[in-house]
């Protein structure tokens, strides 16, 4: 109508934004990733780092996630699960939620992914290659059946998965996380 204004609240397509936010953040040092155990009777796992964004699941206590990603937001210490997801480590309170219990577990990760990220997953022929060769479409399904670490040009810091589907793809790897995009697959 005219002289009346309405507002539109866009967030909710404009999602990704907030996703790049929390992975630009910066890295808890004392809290390295990998397996963490739940400490509290129960912690709510957000969509986005923020604690008022969506709950997409909750740990209960003693309940063990792996997390690929450690960021620090004010006060609080915040986890990104491996399937995506996030995890308050420390509360803005400075309670503790999550203790570390060791290293990433590669063989507790192997298994189906599905490519989440827009853009689709980088493709790598080998590890060790600086740059990736092809994509994986988002919304496809693939299965992983070994994990590693990568270390040297688009593969730095990612956690990588070797696909094990039958058909022409097997045996070429896939990013399942990457510093620089967050969760991938």
Do not use: M
Not at 29 to 49: F, H, I, M, Q, T
């Amino acid at each position: 109508a005219p002289g009346k204004r309405q507002y539109v609240d866009l967030s909710k397509y404009e999602g990704a934004e907030g996703g790049r936010r929390a992975i630009q953040a910066p890295d808890a040092a004392a809290y390295p990733p990998g397996r963490y155990k739940c400490v509290s009777s129960w912690v709510n796992c957000r969509e986005l780092p923020d604690t008022s964004s969506p709950i997409v699941g909750r740990f209960v206590q003693e309940q063990e996630l792996s997390l690929v990603a450690v960021k620090v937001f004010g006060t609080a210490v915040r986890g990104l699960a491996e399937r995506g997801g996030w995890v308050s480590i420390i509360a803005s309170g400075g309670k503790i939620l999550f203790e570390r219990q060791g290293d990433l577990d590669l063989k507790a990760l192997q298994g189906r992914y599905r490519v989440v990220a827009a853009a689709g997953a980088l493709v790598f022929s080998s590890l060790g290659i600086t740059a990736g060769a092809a994509r994986v479409k988002a919304g496809e399904e693939f299965c992983a059946g070994e994990l590693a670490h990568g270390q040297d040009g688009d593969q730095a810091g990612a956690l990588l998965g070797k696909r094990v589907d039958p058909g022409a793809a097997s045996g070429e790897w896939v990013v399942l996380f990457s510093p620089s995009q967050g969760v991938v697959s």
